[in-house]
């Protein structure tokens, strides 16, 4: 009976060759054991090597199709130039669809020839920005803004002392000016408009943006360029302030590259970290943000300008930024300022709720994060026409009331500062009779009071002489 006697000079090479590609798929015992018997039959060897490609190659292809892509077909006068001027946001990408393709020379292409291009390369087309929300005198190309309009590629957004404004991607990606701010739209394209997929690119001039950006799949789908840095992030909450110096850039959340390309230097910031870029130096190094103020927990109710409310102050700070912002549109800043410490002063405010929004400076000018603190504004209006009636039981003093008043507070001092207070009434009516005043001058002011007693701003002062008869 014929035996079969296997010939080892020629399957020697598949066992070492193939363990490593059967690992993964059959696990160490099985290609332990299998590596053995390819070592002793070739042909045996020759079959399992053909199954194990044809189980990987579709693997490798599986990777591929996962990326979502387009067709080209190349036309005739076609070059890689022009293709990739035509289809690819930045030319030089034309490599990675070489690669994708599987071309042998990423320099040739020839008519007819079908090429896949991963849709996260393309141009896109240029669609514009829309500001969502203007406060105070906001400027697109030198010309007043208003809410609502479209904001395109090449346009430049000014605000002014106490302005905001909101510009709005197609995915919700919302870019908030500060006060004092330029930036420029470099880019904003619609690579899949309908999947939410866009890119765009914010120069930032001076001032500040504070960013919310989408999370998207799309590797640095935004892009903002201060005069020293460039800042590149996929899904975060950060902010980028810009001056001809330095700028800085703070990562409350998610993750940015901040490059300085003058001196060829790049620095990854995860959330709760900053750093500053000076003019032609490279990033600082990650600088951890401050903590937020801990502000009281109660809305403040205001009645009278120029209230204030205190806070514990921040290890580590040196100022404290503060933002006020109505309550219910938090991307509009109405107010902003710079305080050395508590107790924050707030500025004069119309009727209405808001949240202010109080967050640490460190040595480095990084702001931390912040803390809140709805307030709610009611000011009281002070009572006017203020007149003096000498009678024969005493003084009175008269004003016309405030409609919806509860009581008045009257002063009478010798001083103009109120600091010599001679007598002082709490008075339902619009009059009050002061009796046994000596002969003088005097100087006296009326305020509203609120039905808890809250006290309303003060009228004007007037000054009049006692004579007696």
């Given at each position: 009976?014929?035996?079969?006697?296997?010939?080892?000079?020629?399957?020697?090479?598949?066992?070492?060759?193939?363990?490593?590609?059967?690992?993964?798929?059959?696990?160490?015992?099985?290609?332990?054991?299998?590596?053995?018997?390819?070592?002793?039959?070739?042909?045996?060897?020759?079959?399992?090597?053909?199954?194990?490609?044809?189980?990987?190659?579709?693997?490798?292809?599986?990777?591929?199709?996962?990326?979502?892509?387009?067709?080209?077909?190349?036309?005739?006068?076609?070059?890689?130039?022009?293709?990739?001027?035509?289809?690819?946001?930045?030319?030089?990408?034309?490599?990675?669809?070489?690669?994708?393709?599987?071309?042998?020379?990423?320099?040739?292409?020839?008519?007819?020839?079908?090429?896949?291009?991963?849709?996260?390369?393309?141009?896109?087309?240029?669609?514009?920005l829309t500001l969502a929300a203007v406060n105070g005198p906001v400027q697109v190309n030198r010309q007043p803004a208003t809410t609502g309009m479209a904001v395109p590629e090449g346009a430049r957004v000014s605000t002014g002392a106490g302005a905001s404004a909101v510009l709005v991607r197609g995915d919700g990606t919302r870019m908030q000016l500060l006060p004092d701010s330029l930036a420029e739209v470099k880019k904003n394209r619609a690579i899949e408009?309908?999947?939410?997929?866009?890119?765009?690119?914010?120069?930032?001039?001076?001032?500040?943006?504070?960013?919310?950006?989408?999370?998207?799949?799309?590797?640095?789908?935004?892009?903002?360029?201060?005069?020293?840095?460039?800042?590149?992030?996929?899904?975060?909450?950060?902010?980028?302030?810009?001056?001809?110096?330095?700028?800085?850039?703070?990562?409350?959340?998610?993750?940015?590259?901040?490059?300085?390309?003058?001196?060829?230097?790049?620095?990854?910031?995860?959330?709760?970290?900053?750093?500053?870029?000076?003019?032609?130096?490279?990033?600082?190094?990650?600088?951890?943000?401050?903590?937020?103020?801990?502000?009281?927990?109660?809305?403040?109710?205001?009645?009278?300008?120029?209230?204030?409310?205190?806070?514990?102050?921040?290890?580590?700070?040196?100022?404290?930024?503060?933002?006020?912002?109505?309550?219910?549109?938090?991307?509009?800043?109405?107010?902003?300022?710079?305080?050395?410490?508590?107790?924050?002063?707030?500025?004069?405010?119309?009727?209405?709720?808001?949240?202010?929004?109080?967050?640490?400076?460190?040595?480095?000018?990084?702001?931390?994060?912040?803390?809140r603190r709805g307030v709610t504004v009611k000011i009281l209006t002070a009572p006017f026409d203020l007149g003096m009636q000498p009678r024969a039981d005493g003084l009175r003093l008269y004003w016309e009331g405030t409609q919806g008043s509860a009581r008045y507070h009257v002063q009478v001092a010798r001083d103009a500062d109120f600091k010599l207070l001679v007598t002082e009434a709490t008075v339902t009516e619009p009059q009050a009779l002061l009796r046994?005043?000596?002969?003088?001058?005097?100087?006296?002011?009326?305020?509203?009071?609120?039905?808890?007693?809250?006290?309303?701003?003060?009228?004007?002062?007037?000054?009049?002489?006692?004579?007696?008869?």
């Open positions: 009976m014929p035996t079969y006697t296997p010939t080892r000079s020629h399957s020697r090479p598949f066992g070492p060759l193939l363990g490593p590609l059967l690992g993964p798929l059959l696990g160490r015992s099985h290609s332990r054991s299998l590596s053995r018997l390819l070592a002793r039959d070739a042909l045996c060897a020759a079959l399992v090597a053909l199954a194990a490609l044809c189980m990987a190659l579709p693997r490798a292809a599986r990777a591929d199709d996962a990326v979502k892509t387009i067709t080209y077909v190349v036309k005739p006068g076609d070059t890689v130039q022009s293709v990739s001027q035509a289809l690819l946001d930045e030319p030089a990408q034309f490599l990675e669809v070489a690669r994708f393709n599987h071309l042998r020379n990423p320099n040739l292409i020839y008519p007819g020839q079908q090429l896949r291009v991963p849709v996260v390369l393309l141009r896109g087309n240029a669609v514009p408009q309908q999947q939410g997929l866009f890119r765009s690119v914010l120069a930032l001039v001076s001032g500040a943006v504070d960013m919310a950006v989408e999370k998207l799949a799309l590797k640095d789908h935004v892009k903002v360029i201060t005069p020293t840095s460039t800042i590149g992030v996929r899904g975060t909450q950060y902010r980028v302030g810009a001056a001809q110096a330095v700028s800085r850039v703070e990562v409350l959340q998610g993750r940015v590259a901040t490059a300085s390309p003058a001196a060829h230097a790049e620095l990854a910031l995860n959330g709760g970290f900053g750093t500053v870029v000076p003019q032609g130096r490279p990033p600082a190094g990650a600088i951890a943000l401050l903590s937020a103020p801990v502000l009281p927990a109660d809305e403040l109710t205001v009645h009278r300008n120029g209230a204030a409310f205190d806070f514990a102050a921040v290890k580590g700070a040196q100022r404290y930024r503060y933002l006020v912002s109505p309550a219910e549109q938090a991307d509009v800043v109405l107010a902003t300022g710079l305080v050395p410490q508590p107790p924050l002063a707030l500025p004069t405010l119309a009727d209405g709720r808001y949240v202010v929004r109080v967050r640490a400076l460190d040595a480095n000018g990084l702001e931390g994060f912040d803390g046994d005043l000596p002969a003088g001058r005097y100087f006296w002011h009326v305020g509203q009071q609120s039905a808890t007693g809250a006290p309303g701003t003060w009228a004007y002062s007037r000054t009049d002489t006692l004579v007696q008869p």
